[in-house]
């Protein structure tokens, strides 16, 4: 069973921007709050920011003032609009629950010149 649904990654220049999206089921986004969390070439999983279900969000310092996280209630997804981006961001990105459930099949970004 497929939870999350998570495209438009692929791939930028070092200072670019991308926008990741994330579709789930109304059932999961309504009782829970979101995440996005990253898996980097050298396998660390990491939280890069979360969205709950107040509204509020909050970041990883690695990507604090420079990734955004939003939602759309009415559509059930989850957004991630990454700028400035550097190299170290080079991740395959998963959309998930807070805290965790399975994992999809993320959506891979390569930041490169």
């Known amino acids: 069973q497929v939870l999350f649904v998570e495209s438009g990654g692929g791939l930028a220049q070092p200072g670019g921007s991308l926008r990741l999206s994330c579709a789930t089921s109304?059932?999961?986004?309504?009782?829970?709050?979101m995440a996005w969390y990253r898996q980097t070439p050298d396998l660390q999983r990491e939280r890069v920011a979360t969205i709950y279900k107040s509204g509020l969000a909050n970041y990883a310092d690695f990507v604090k003032d420079r990734f955004t996280i939003s939602n759309d209630n009415a559509k059930n997804m989850v957004f991630l609009q990454m700028n400035s981006l550097e190299p170290e961001d080079t991740a395959i990105y998963y959309c998930?629950?807070?805290?965790?459930?399975?994992w999809g099949q993320g959506t891979q970004v390569i930041v490169s010149s």
């Open positions: 109304g059932i999961i986004y309504r009782a829970n709050s």
């Open positions: 998930n629950t807070f805290p965790h459930r399975d």
